[in-house]
């Protein structure tokens, strides 16, 4: 088999696990006091997530909101014990921006407790609800690392009206030391087209896009030797979703492509390589440490 980048770059396959009510598109509709009240469907959702994924010998990392932790402790459970990595999505689905620091700081906190407390291993990812560390909210990084995490993948560097820090770039940092260890930022991904950027890693996106053009943008990055993100959440392949009452760009966004996106990603697994952004993260670290050899790397 010819050794391009495409077969032997590892991308991250990364579930946002949450609630179809708890979206932050939904945040002006439904209210945090009212969750409570809407059926739960995050079991069956799951449940299709974590079968598609073992069809095809994937392990991927699942940000698990740490609410939806403490009300359904099994549901954790369940996705570690099948070899996948568990990571916080925080406590309780705020977007960073509506936070003080010191709020911020309790809501990592509980949902990294929360979550090793379940799982019985260390949790070391976050990933902010909305994507939302942004320019101005920054300084979440060094809260992160001080908090005991070692990588968020929380940055998407394009423009949009609710996220997006386009002069990120689209490349894993390293953005904060101390004495115990290293917080990386791993951005959701894009293609650059010269000054545009192009967001494709999952998500509406990757429900509104042809698949051919998801698997060429994913190979084009692969070959230049850059691991991709990808992103879901369970709702994405619930045909049964409950329509909730909302404005009609809101609804467009958060039920587009939903029929048909298990199909397109049982098309998409198998003709990439995937892993945990862990292995992710560990691949780019061991490519940093490696001298690139005379005549082979160099391109
Ligand atoms: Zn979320």
């Given at each position: 088999?010819?050794?391009?980048?495409?077969?032997?770059?590892?991308?991250?396959?990364?579930?946002?696990?949450?609630?179809?009510?708890?979206?932050?598109?939904?945040?002006?509709?439904?209210?945090?006091?009212?969750?409570?009240?809407?059926?739960?469907?995050?079991?069956?959702?799951?449940?299709?997530?974590?079968?598609?994924?073992?069809?095809?010998?994937?392990?991927?990392?699942?940000?698990?909101?740490?609410?939806?932790?403490?009300?359904?402790?099994?549901?954790?459970?369940?996705?570690?014990?099948?070899?996948?990595?568990?990571?916080?999505?925080?406590?309780?689905?705020?977007?960073?921006?509506?936070?003080?620091?010191?709020?911020?700081?309790?809501?990592?906190?509980?949902?990294?407790?929360?979550?090793?407390?379940?799982?019985?291993?260390?949790?070391?990812?976050?990933?902010?609800?909305?994507?939302?560390i942004?320019?101005?909210?920054?300084?979440?990084?060094?809260?992160?690392?001080h908090?005991?995490?070692?990588?968020?993948?929380?940055?998407?560097?394009?423009?949009?009206?609710?996220y997006?820090?386009?002069?990120?770039?689209?490349?894993?940092?390293?953005?904060?030391?101390?004495?115990?260890?290293?917080?990386?930022?791993?951005?959701?991904?894009?293609?650059?087209?010269?000054?545009?950027?192009?967001?494709?890693?999952?998500?509406?996106?990757?429900?509104s896009?042809p698949?051919?053009?998801?698997?060429?943008?994913?190979?084009?990055r692969?070959?230049?030797?850059?691991?991709?993100?990808?992103?879901?959440?369970?709702?994405?392949?619930?045909?049964?979703?409950?329509?909730?009452?909302?404005?009609?760009?809101?609804?467009?966004?958060?039920?587009?492509?939903?029929?048909?996106?298990?199909?397109?990603l049982?098309?998409?697994?198998?003709?990439?390589?995937?892993?945990?952004?862990?292995?992710v993260?560990?691949?780019?670290?061991?490519?940093?440490?490696?001298?690139?050899?005379?005549?082979?790397d160099?391109?």
């Amino acid at each position: 088999m010819k050794d391009t980048g495409a077969e032997t770059t590892r991308n991250a396959f990364t579930v946002d696990v949450e609630e179809y009510f708890q979206v932050e598109a939904f945040s002006g509709i439904i209210e945090r006091k009212d969750w409570e009240r809407y059926p739960s469907r995050i079991d069956g959702q799951v449940h299709r997530v974590l079968r598609i994924l073992d069809g095809f010998d994937i392990r991927g990392t699942f940000f698990i909101l740490g609410w939806l932790a403490e009300k359904n402790p099994s549901l954790v459970k369940r996705i570690a014990e099948a070899g996948h990595e568990i990571a916080s999505h925080g406590f309780d689905h705020k977007m960073i921006s509506r936070m003080t620091p010191e709020e911020f700081r309790q809501d990592v906190r509980r949902s990294k407790a929360v979550l090793e407390e379940i799982s019985g291993g260390t949790v070391a990812g976050y990933r902010a609800p909305t994507f939302s560390i942004r320019e101005n909210t920054s300084w979440a990084h060094e809260i992160l690392l001080h908090e005991g995490y070692g990588y968020s993948s929380s940055v998407y560097p394009i423009w949009h009206d609710r996220y997006g820090w386009p002069e990120f770039g689209d490349r894993p940092r390293r953005i904060a030391s101390n004495g115990t260890g290293d917080l990386w930022e791993v951005p959701l991904a894009v293609r650059s087209l010269g000054p545009v950027k192009i967001p494709f890693g999952g998500g509406g996106y990757f429900r509104s896009y042809p698949l051919f053009l998801t698997k060429a943008f994913f190979r084009d990055r692969a070959a230049r030797g850059k691991a991709s993100v990808f992103y879901m959440h369970p709702w994405e392949l619930d045909t049964e979703l409950p329509v909730v009452d909302a404005p009609f760009l809101t609804r467009t966004r958060h039920y587009l492509g939903i029929p048909k996106a298990e199909r397109k990603l049982a098309s998409l697994l198998p003709s990439l390589r995937f892993g945990t952004l862990a292995q992710v993260l560990e691949d780019l670290k061991g490519a940093a440490a490696t001298p690139p050899r005379p005549g082979k790397d160099a391109a």
